[in-house]
């Protein structure tokens, strides 16, 4: 079956209130409706969750989480459980951003997320990246460790359709000059799914999503489309801007 793209909003802490959260909300649906290979994530903070829900939006446009708890119930104070969400009517959750990471995630809970999201029947979007790169390639042997501890012993049944969002920690929240070249995107995303390969077998490899995120803004989005080899792409600070939002979005349609 063709894989459809995907270009998932992470907002991170904001917008600082609700009705701005229901703003950006109502943007980004005018332009999913338009989109024809491509579904839509918005990834809000939890308590504009079931707000956004309760609106009306397009059937590629989806709801989900940044995080959430490696536990299913019980004596957690703060903790959100994907049980939650997922009754709430959220699709997807991002897992091990590397925000959440450096607080302390580490691959073991991660992975334990994982297999939560799934036991809910939440899509997770596993994020992976380096600190930094070096001539040596050993920011290639640390992404691949994330991978491999990440996902492992979890069933071959959930990884059928796996989606890895690849983001160079070094690249996170800058200017889409700041960005990672699309040649370099391209070389990774095919390391990722080599490893894939290696570790799971060709066909969950193939049937793999791999998205970039990283400073991607509407200036670079279409050269990424065009090289870069994603599937789609994990949005942080454009994606609160209805206009830079709506240009990937496109950009992101025209790969069909
Ligand atoms: P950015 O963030 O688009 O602001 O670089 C991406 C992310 O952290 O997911």
Known sequence: MKKRNIVVANWKMNPEMLDIAKEIFNNTRLTAKSLKNTDVCLCPPFPFLHPLLKLNYPKNMFLGVQNISSEIKGAFTGEVSAYMVKSLGASFSIIGHSERRAMGESNEMIRKKMQTAFDADLTPIL????????????????????????????????????????????????????????????????????????????????????????????????????????DGFLVGHASLVPKQFSAILKATDMKR
């Not at 991607?216 to 279409?222: G, I, K, R």
């Open 127 to 230: 994020c992976v990246g380096e600190k930094e790169r070096d001539k040596d390639g050993n920011h290639l042997e640390f992404i691949k460790n994330q991978i491999k501890e990440s996902l492992f012993g979890l069933q071959k049944k959930y990884l059928v359709g796996i989606t890895i969002a690849y983001e160079p920690i070094w690249a996170i929240g800058k200017s889409y000059l700041d960005a990672m070249s699309p040649t370099d995107i391209h070389e990774t995303v095919l390391f990722i799914k080599k490893i894939i390969g290696e570790l799971f077998g060709r066909d969950i490899a193939l049937g793999s999503k791999i998205l970039y995120g990283a400073s991607v803004e509407a200036e670079n989005v279409s050269e990424i489309v065009r090289i870069g080899n994603v």
